[in-house]
């Protein structure tokens, strides 16, 4: 109850907050330093707490951005429970961690309510999240260019919240849809009408802006009844009209042995002659009937897309393109966004880029269209798992994209800062060092003791992939760890093993690392030491880098016509066939 009068008090208190921020929606004397990365068009993706860096006017200048696309975090199935539950109410265990980080009433957002000087309609959860995304959508609101879009990808849960407060942002008159993307099928359990759909709300920031109109595939039933002749080489084309639907006396003409219809022909005599060249006019079996055109199905461009997609697919558990991410987004959806509202040249921002969609969607696109110019991409996540994932899954693409990564740790003190803050995110960005994911074996019932991460190889053509697992540590470490690793490797059937520590390690455990022996890879020839040591300092100094930093030893992926994706990307699918990261 109490959240619905907070809404409804929301739409008033949004200029009290625009005011109180600091930042005019109209005013564009803000600081103007263009930021270095922005400047050279440099692919960034940016750890960190969003509102944190957009706040950052060096990093994110007025109107530097072309298109946004926004999916912050939200479960329809638990989020309208655990949005409207009271502070004191029972804590909900299933909520994923970042989204506990964002949105709780904690400082931060009891802060942000003091700014908007409004009394708090009730602690509820949903009020957090508004207030949270309030004051990220007024900067997203100031980086976005004049001719610039924004999507914000929701569910009904909160999707008629978040409207009031963008209408409030950007204006009523900058909204421009609502895209209702059909992201599952009917459940047959439902006690209701089954919830099916997301919403995508679509904004501008002025009336001049990018737009480019898309095309979805043609209805079968249509291409049977439309496109049922078919020329010797199999082409399917329908019929059309070639005569002029008003009186064009200059294209009277006779063609053919065929009397020039009463209101003259489509065509000149010239292109005529052309389409006739090019075997795209029909002929009847009798000069008493008229030619007509051919149009060729694979030619025509599909049909006009309007705001209802029922045509993309959620990603499955079969999806080639699943990382186990809980939240990832199809690939198909980003790119018709991409595609729709920006140009080559442009620069597109995720700021809860997850597991990186966008970014792969913006990859994508620039290497299928070609051409000098290409779209720059900017995501910013707030856990390191994510950004270890697009790390990994842009290993894919050949050539490697280019990117800067800002906001992790790079050097020795602020990988401890980093340990001591959240272990576990410390652990994520250890792992992403060398191109490993987390290990999801913890289903087995308690065989995930002592491994962190894993990465897998295949060094022989035809084989199945190999395991190496990863542990990672950021406290003491003595030789006793190493041989309970050397025990778990055995026990996982995995062949190599690698140990990150913050800490240096003991001359006892380089020398159990020695003793576990080596690993021959019958692809390359070789030995590999089973178990290797690998401190935080030397990954950081390394020149090469993640996913395949120079100081890690392990056999290179030996490729197959079977194999379609690099070993980084495969590494996370692997994981994930073995079950979501973050479940
Ligand atoms: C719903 S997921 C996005 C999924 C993404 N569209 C994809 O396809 O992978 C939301 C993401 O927002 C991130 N996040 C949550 N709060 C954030 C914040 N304050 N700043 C930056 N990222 C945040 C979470 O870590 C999570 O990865």
Redesign the pocket.
Known sequence: MAAHAGARKLGTELAALQAASGISVENPAMVRTISPAMSQQKNLLIF????R?LKDASVFPDECVDLI?L????NSQRGYNVLFKEVDGAPSASQ????D???QWDEDARDRLDDIEVSAPGHSAMFAYLV?MTV?LVQLHRVLRKTGSLYL?CDPTASHYLKVVLDAIFGTRSFKNEIIWQRTNVHSDSKTWSKVSDTIFFYTKSEKFTWNPQYGALAEEHVASKYRNKDGDGRQYQLSDMTSPNPRPNMMYEWKGHASPPNGWRYSRETMADLDKQGRIWYPDSKEKRPRLKRYLDEMPGTLLGNVWTDINPINSQAQER?G??????LAL?QRILLASSNPGDVVL?????????IDAVETVNRESGGAKRRTWIG????H??ISLIKNRLGRFTPPARFEVMGEPTDVRGAEFLARKDRYQFQYWALGLIGAVPWTGEKKKGADKGVDGVRYFRDERDAASKTMLVQVKSGHVKSGDIRDFHGTIDREKAVMGVFITLEEPTRDMRMEALDAGQYFSPGQQRNYPRIQILTIHELLNDPDGAPKPRCLAMPPTVAADTLKQAPAARSAAKAAEQGDFLE
């Open positions: 960190g707490d969003n509102l860096w696309y999916d912050p975090p939200f994923i961690q970042a989204f980080d964002t949105w949270q990220r990808h990382l991410y809980p939240t990832q987004k199809p980003l995720d700021p809860f880029c997850g597991c990186g969609t966008t910013i996540d707030l856990t798992l994510a």
